[in-house]
């Protein structure tokens, strides 16, 4: 069973950045699909960026693609969420969601809330204008 932990996020100026990061532990961290989720009051949970830690393979939003970049590190079993050129839409909660995956399951499985038992517990990310 997987256990994800969040850190990272904060309060930033329209056009900073933010890195978030999701620790994973587990024994199968080569073998995990990946997507980072938002939430903003009154709106639905939304994928942003995900990855299949197997062979790298990542997909975007349209509304983060350009600026967010998600990426692995295997010695520290850890995914992160570097975001940059931050706008005030972004401000949402972020989490991370994980399962077992054996390969790129496809960016509309990705982005499924539904799909994942496993969460980080969520980091807030406020931009102000």
């Known amino acids: 069973q997987v256990q994800l932990m969040e850190s990272g996020g904060g309060s930033v100026q329209a056009g900073g950045s933010l890195r978030l990061s999701c620790a994973a532990s587990?024994?199968?961290?080569?073998?995990?699909?990946v997507t980072w989720f938002r939430q903003a009051p009154g709106k639905e949970r939304e994928g942003v960026a995900s990855?299949?830690?197997?062979?790298?393979?990542?997909d975007y939003a349209a509304s983060v693609k350009g600026r967010f970049i998600i990426s692995q590190d295997n010695a520290e079993n850890t995914v992160y969420l570097q975001m940059n050129s931050l706008k005030p839409e972004d401000t949402a909660k972020y989490y991370c969601?994980?399962?077992?995956?054996?390969?790129?399951?496809?960016?509309?499985?990705?982005?499924?809330?539904?799909?994942?038992?496993?969460w980080g517990q969520g980091n807030q990310v406020t931009v102000s204008a």
């Open positions: 990855l299949y830690t197997g062979d790298r393979s990542t």
């Open positions: 969601a994980a399962g077992g995956c054996r390969t790129w399951p496809g960016s509309r499985w990705m982005f499924r809330p539904t799909n994942f038992r496993t």
């Open positions: 587990t024994d199968s961290f080569r073998r995990l699909c």
